[in-house]
């Protein structure tokens, strides 16, 4: 025995074989049959998160050696794994962190109350929208997206695809521009992952991140759609594709609008940021607004994937609102991340008939001007 590396009570063992339902905690692997004869086997390792000494992976400095030993028959510090899966995660520590691989060990198990090969049949494809706001490359590499939905528990099919927007010529971004980016996305989208389906019959659950100009954002998210089931993920400047806090219940969402009957509206969205009412008055004299907001608009407001599904919520009823007030176009005043763009783009996908004349601000100036339609 190594040194301070205590062995695993077999007790132990059995009661962890028995909570993954001899299933590989990382691949869904079926650890009970041999697949070569199809006869009855035990193949698979009971896998420490913290290692049973502190010269193991992940270990922690200051490991002592009744620390080891305490770790070693707590069932919360073991997983169940394929021998595949556990020398990839003991031979690059650095690629599977305590944190992410007790997320995955957690989402496991809850997915065992339902069925042992859950993730079987939970398959998932990625995609990447990358734009040239402003000239500026912007970039998300696909393994950070694969490694978000891995920790979701989705596994995916193959690597997460990325869509390029076109470039932004000398004509800007006019409607010319904003239709080739509609055709960019559908044509990708479609080529590329709608014909993926489950052992089951299922589609996937798509995974979507994206890096661009809001109103290309809300055009990919309307080609998407909302009846498709997905994963929004934002790309967090400190945490990139990773929740901050996944335990942080998302704020409230405020609606304000008086409701004068048709009126030019427009709708401030004021969530990274807040929007003068001069601002918005600049680019649409003489309109009415409505704002929907939270209380301290900031840049790291998304936190969870609650707050997207909050947002989507709460403002479907502040649109049903707008276009029950008037049959003119809704203005949009956007303040939002990337991620609120495509959800918001979605939601349009489904029973909303009115026009919507999304605003952007400008590059040079600063001011809000009309970008595109999205009807």
Aim: aromatic share 8%; hydrophobic share 40%.
């Amino acid at each position: 025995m190594a040194e301070n590396r205590f062995d695993t009570d077999p007790k132990v063992k059995n009661y962890v074989w028995s909570r993954a339902a001899g299933h590989c905690e990382l691949c869904s692997l079926d650890l009970t049959h041999d697949l070569k004869t199809l006869s009855p086997a035990k193949l698979g390792e009971v896998a420490h998160v913290v290692p049973a000494s502190h010269q193991g992976p992940r270990s922690d400095a200051n490991q002592t050696a009744d620390m080891s030993k305490e770790l070693t028959n707590n069932p919360d510090n073991l997983m169940l794994l394929c021998s595949t899966c556990h020398n990839t995660i003991d031979k690059t520590p650095d690629g599977y962190p305590v944190g992410d691989l007790t997320d995955a060990h957690l989402a496991f198990i809850e997915g065992i109350e339902f069925a042992a090969n859950v993730k079987k049949y939970n398959i998932a494809a990625g995609v990447i929208i990358l734009g040239h706001h402003f000239q500026t490359n912007n970039n998300i590499d696909p393994s950070e997206l694969q490694a978000a939905m891995w920790r979701d528990q989705y596994r995916l099919l193959n690597k997460p695809i990325k869509i390029l927007l076109p470039i932004i010529d000398h004509y800007g971004r006019d409607e010319r521009y904003y239709e080739n980016v509609r055709i960019k996305f559908k044509e990708t989208y479609q080529r590329e992952v709608t014909h993926y389906q489950s052992e089951a019959g299922d589609k996937p659950v798509i995974g979507i991140v994206g890096l661009a100009d809001i109103p290309s954002l809300m055009i990919c998210g309307q080609e998407f759609g909302d009846r498709v089931r997905h994963e929004i993920y934002s790309n967090d400047r400190n945490t990139r594709l990773k929740w901050p806090d996944k335990t942080v219940v998302a704020p409230d969402f405020t609606f304000t609008f008086s409701g004068t009957k048709d009126r030019v509206n427009a709708l401030v969205l004021s969530i990274s940021a807040d929007i003068p009412e001069r601002d918005v008055l600049a680019a649409l004299p003489g309109c009415e607004i409505a704002t929907f907001r939270i209380p301290t608009p900031n840049y790291h407001a998304i936190r969870n994937a609650a707050f997207i599904e909050q947002f989507g919520l709460q403002l479907q009823i502040a649109l049903s609102q707008l276009e029950a007030a008037s049959a003119q176009p809704i203005h949009v005043f956007p303040a939002i991340p990337a991620a609120l763009a495509i959800k918001f783009g979605s939601l349009l996908s489904t029973n909303h008939r009115h026009k919507y004349a999304i605003y952007d601000r400008d590059s040079a100036g600063g001011g809000f001007s009309f970008h595109t339609y999205l009807n």
